[in-house]
Structures are given as structure tokens and as C-alpha cells.
């Protein structure tokens, strides 16, 4: 079975520029979720999304990150503009349903200068 | 509110040593709790859930209720247990988010 796929692995912009990461979660898992790991913290959730809908996004910072799943497949995360507390990992991860399974991805490094 | 506390940012110990890396936990209903490794240059996999009660790589934990505790253990650690630990917990309905606590980095020295 594929696990989930995210790119970049490694991004460095400058502070008030754009970034996007991108999904893509394993076939068949209707859930879908970006974490957020600051260094020396444990991940945190940003954004859950059911099929192509939003369960919970109480703790994206909506003023700057964007994200979106179209079809209920791939999903994208944005940040615009990036500040330098933002340099943090963003992991992706799915599961079925039931949120049994749950599989992360190798995650995308941040690096805001 | 959820909240998983993790003690000790770093844990180093002995091969052959036993091991116990702390996790307690604050929820108000029935959560399902579970122990994440991390090793070097690998993506978070899962090590063990409190529901099923097995043992995995020789760890295990017991969840505790009374304490709110859910302490990973091993009685013989390893050099290849060295990683980063993180215990999670998983509050009920339908809602699957994961709150992670810091995490404790485990040295296994030969």
C-alpha cells in the first residue's frame, strides 16, 4: 500500500512571501489532516478535512493559511504571507472513516528568512 | 480541553536497562491514547494503542485512568530504540485529532 505523499520536502522563503505544500493521502481514506511540528513541540493540528469538507479548523491562523482538498483526494496548504514563526515541519496524514489507520507523511520542512 | 504531558524532554539510558518514558493526560470523557516513535530521518509511525493491549518491539504502556497516565515501558532497552517518543491522545466522537505532547528524546547508549 502507497503511504501518504507530500512535496516539497524542504522549502526556504523569505518572510512575507508565498508557499503552497501539497497531499496526497492514501486511496480510500476519507480524512485528511495538516499538522503543524515546531521544533521541540509535538505536532499540532491545523486543519481536518471529511471527504472535500472541514471538520475542524479551530487552530489554522485563517488570517495568513489557506487549504483546501478538491474531489476529497489531494489537498493543498498555503501560507501567505509567511512570517519567521511559521518555519516549522507541516505533516500531512489520513485515515479511514473511522479515524482508525491513521498514517502520516514524511512531512514538508519550513524554513522562513 | 485536551492536553498530553510528556515530563522529561530527554531520557538516556543504558543497554539492557529498563526504560519508562511518562505520559499523562488531561480529557474529560473516555480518550483513546497511543505512543508515536519517530526515528532518525523516518516519518512518525505509530508504536502502540492503549485499546490494543499488545506489545510491540517489547514496549508496552497501560492506561491508567485513575492517575491519567499512560507510561510506555520496556524492561531491556536497545541501541535501536533510540528515537523521539510522542504520546497522543484521541478524544471521542466523531472528531480524530490527535493532540501530541512534546515528546522525550530516548538515548539507548551501548
Known amino acids: 500500500e502507497a503511504g501518504v505523499a507530500q512535496s516539497p520536502r524542504y522549502k526556504i522563503i523569505e518572510k512575507r512571501q508565498s508557499v503552497a505544500f501539497w497531499c496526497n493521502p492514501i486511496s480510500g481514506h476519507a480524512t485528511l489532516y495538516w499538522y503543524q511540528q515546531i521544533l521541540g513541540q509535538g505536532p499540532k493540528l491545523l486543519i481536518q478535512f471529511q471527504n472535500n469538507g472541514v471538520v475542524d479548523d479551530s487552530q489554522l491562523p485563517k488570517d495568513r493559511f489557506s487549504a483546501e482538498r478538491l474531489k476529497g483526494v489531494d489537498s493543498t496548504l498555503k501560507i501567505q504571507p509567511a512570517k519567521l514563526e511559521d518555519s516549522a515541519v507541516y505533516l500531512c496524514?489520513?485515515?479511514?472513516?473511522?479515524?482508525?489507520?491513521?498514517?502520516f507523511g514524511s512531512g514538508t520542512r519550513l524554513t522562513v528568512v | 480541553a485536551q492536553r498530553v504531558t510528556q515530563p522529561e524532554k530527554l531520557l538516556s539510558v543504558f543497554k539492557g536497562a529498563p526504560v519508562e518514558l511518562k505520559c499523562n493526560y488531561s480529557y474529560s470523557g473516555s480518550p483513546e491514547l497511543f505512543w508515536y516513535v519517530q526515528y532518525s530521518r523516518q516519518r512518525l509511525q505509530l508504536l502502540l494503542r492503549?485499546?490494543s493491549r499488545e506489545s510491540i518491539k517489547g514496549f508496552t504502556a497501560d492506561l491508567n485512568k485513575g492517575e491519567t497516565s499512560f507510561h510506555l515501558k520496556k524492561p531491556f532497552a536497545q541501541e535501536e530504540d533510540s528515537a523521539m517518543y510522542y504520546c497522543?491522545?484521541?478524544?471521542?466522537?466523531?472528531?480524530?485529532?490527535?493532540?501530541f505532547g512534546k515528546g522525550t528524546l530516548l538515548t539507548v547508549n551501548p
Open positions: 496524514a489520513s485515515s479511514p472513516r473511522t479515524g482508525r489507520g491513521y498514517t
Open positions: 492503549h485499546i
Open positions: 497522543a491522545l484521541m478524544g471521542g466522537g466523531s472528531n480524530y485529532k490527535l493532540t
